[in-house]
């Protein structure tokens, strides 16, 4: 009972730290849904109208939520964790854990999967340059055997 009582209060608390988020929690994610399984919701940070060659946006997941195997086949990705916990893994890798304050970085045309831990929210400031060629969900098998 005790360990149930410690998950739900620590849900709770990642939920409240992702959702008042100094850069804002952000719309839901409709443009790219089809491409997460879970919800997702996606905040710009920097206008299109700026006219340079990398996007930046706070995106956030509800638990569970993760987006399917993708790699920035003529750029990069910079993911900085900015609230509750989640995952990252490069295919051929082992997954990383993300927790608030993490960094990790995704080279170019490096196929890779981003999202959040099966009992938390989670969410990160991407910085993204160059095309997204988007591939499979990632299985979900091997998602539920991580160790949240």
Excluded at 63 to 68: A, Y
Excluded at 99 to 117: F, L, N, Q, S
């Amino acid at each position: 009972m005790e360990n149930t009582t410690q998950e739900s209060d620590n849900l709770m608390k990642f939920e409240k730290e992702v959702k008042e988020n100094v850069f804002g929690f952000g719309e839901a994610n409709e443009a790219y849904a089809q491409y997460f399984t879970g919800a997702s919701f996606l905040r710009g940070l920097v206008s299109p109208e700026e006219n340079i060659d990398w996007g930046m946006a706070q995106v956030s997941f509800e638990p569970g939520c993760i987006n399917h195997w993708h790699a920035h086949t003529t750029g990069y990705q910079v993911l900085l964790c900015t609230g509750g916990e989640g995952w990252v893994q490069e295919e051929g890798k082992e997954p990383v854990r993300m927790r608030p304050g993490d960094v990790y970085v995704v080279r170019r045309g490096v196929k890779h999967w981003h999202g959040a831990g099966k009992n938390s929210w989670f969410s990160h400031i991407a910085i993204t340059s160059g095309a997204t060629e988007w591939y499979e969900p990632v299985d979900e098998q091997a998602y539920a055997e991580l160790d949240d």
